[in-house]
């Protein structure tokens, strides 16, 4: 299933995740995390949730502002990354409002209306019913919350587009499997990269999710993309609103 096969490819790659992320992305996955944080502007004793938490890097992001949050939670399938994410906790002295769950951004163990915030950092891609996760982020937040999506993407401009091609499918796999020792994970990735939606596509998702006030940002010449979109305060219909009625645009 496709399920096991991406829980144990991450299991496999967990040991030099962070090493290949920083090496294959020249470290612009950082800034990146960076900026998604900042885009959410979180409110103060704020309740986060991130699915996909990984080896917990978007939880040391969040920690390291200086806004006092109540809870923040980290979800993950795979437990090979939530052991690493723990050894990171630890190793920052984080602080114990932060907690650790096995969890299928599917089906999130959490009450409706619980979290400021959601947070998914190169996650979604991996998960073939985007809707149905993104109806589940939606469920756990609170009115008013948002949901910030981070995730790969392929620039529009042609000439970078081919060199990031080549790079993409036959420099990254190399490398990737060079290191990690994980032959399919690495030609995985540029597959599911090139075929995630377009940011306006990925956008009309979120809103047929039930998301409102939606607004993306293409990063560093349009290989990441985040995505922020807002739970309304008041719902007045159980079908969200047509996708020529609403506001979908790029952060500003």
């Not at 496999?12 to 920083?22: H, K, V, W």
């Not at 939530?82 to 999130?108: C, D």
């Not at 959601?118 to 991996?126: D, E, K, M, Q, S």
């Not at 993407?153 to 990254?172: C, E, G, M, Q, V």
């Amino acid at each position: 299933m496709e399920l096991d096969f991406i829980k144990e490819m991450f299991d496999s790659i967990a040991p030099r995740y962070d090493f290949l992320n920083r090496l294959l992305s020249l470290r612009q996955d950082v800034y990146w995390r960076r900026t998604m944080i900042s885009a959410l502007d979180l409110p103060e004793n704020a309740q986060v949730l991130d699915v996909a938490c990984g080896t917990g890097d978007v939880l040391l992001e969040i920690l390291s502002r200086p806004a006092n949050h109540k809870l923040i939670v980290g979800a993950d399938f795979a437990p090979g990354m939530l052991k690493l994410a723990k050894i990171k906790l630890l190793q920052e002295n984080a602080s114990p409002r932060v907690q650790l769950i096995a969890g299928n951004a599917l089906h999130l163990p959490f009450p409706p209306n619980f979290f400021d915030a959601v947070t998914i950092a190169f996650g979604i891609r991996n998960i073939m019913d985007r809707k149905s996760a993104l109806s589940s982020f939606f469920k756990c937040l609170k009115p008013g919350g948002k949901v910030a999506v981070l995730e790969l993407a392929t620039p529009s401009n042609r000439f970078f587009l081919s060199l990031y091609l080549f790079y993409f499918a036959k420099i990254l796999p190399i490398i990737g499997s060079f290191f990690s020792k994980h032959l399919k994970a690495y030609d995985y990735l540029p597959a599911s990269v090139i075929n995630f939606p377009t940011p306006d596509k990925f956008a009309a998702i979120m809103k047929q999710a039930g998301f409102k006030q939606i607004k993306w940002r293409r990063l560093t010449m349009g290989i990441a993309t985040v995505h922020i979109g807002q739970k309304p305060f008041i719902r007045t219909s159980h079908e969200p609103e047509q996708l020529s009625n609403c506001a979908i645009h790029p952060l500003k």
